[in-house]
Every structure is written in structure tokens, then in C-alpha cells.
């Protein structure tokens, strides 16, 4: 699987457009020289109310962080599978 990869897919500070990431569960990848607390500090400013921070690099592991928003940690399979349902619905 090929995940698309920019700054705002590995929610980069000032990388997050607020008017879309209002109200909405963000899907953040790890990685990109950011730490995964960072993340969710990046989302919860863009207007988020949740993330999930998907592992891409095949790593399938789930590291347990506090997290300053409701946010869930899965593996390569389970960002597999939310990667295929993004990309299949509105």
C-alpha cells in the first residue's frame, strides 16, 4: 500500500487547514520528524475533536500515549483498512 504524504498527512504544525479539520476525526500517519503527542496538539488547534495516528512504515506496532484529544493508536493493517475506506466513500 502507498499512503499519500504531506504535511498535513503526518499533521505538521500549521500544515492543518482549520475550516476542514473542524468537528472532524483527523487521521494523522506517524513519523516525519514528529512526535506523536505533537500530533494531537496540531489537530486539537486545527479544530479537530479526534485523531487517529496510523502507522505506514509496516511497523505493526500500537504504542499506548496520552493524547490531549479522544485519539487511537492502530497498526499497519488497521491503517490499511481505514486507508480503504477513506478513499472508498465521501
Known amino acids: 500500500m502507498i499512503f499519500p504524504f504531506s504535511c498535513s498527512d503526518i499533521c505538521k ?3 492543518l487547514d482549520p475550516t ?3 468537528g472532524k476525526i483527523l487521521v494523522c500517519l506517524r513519523g516525519g520528524g514528529i ?9 486539537a488547534m ?9 502507522d ?5 506496532e500500537v ?3 496520552a493524547h490531549v484529544l479522544p485519539a487511537l493508536e492502530i497498526s ?3 491503517a490499511e483498512a481505514v486507508n480503504a475506506y ?3 466513500t465521501r
Not at 512526535?35 to 489537530?43: F, H, I, Q, S, Y
Not at 486545527?46 to 487517529?52: I, K, S
Open 13 to 15: 504544525d500549521g500544515a
Open 20 to 22: 476542514l479539520a473542524k
Open 35 to 43: 512526535g506523536r503527542l505533537d500530533k494531537g496538539v496540531t489537530a
Open 46 to 54: 486545527a479544530g479537530a475533536v479526534g485523531l487517529v495516528v496510523a
Open 56 to 60: 505506514y512504515q509496516g511497523l505493526n
Open 63 to 65: 504504542i499506548s500515549d
Open 76 to 78: 499497519y493493517d488497521g
Open 86 to 88: 477513506i478513499n472508498s
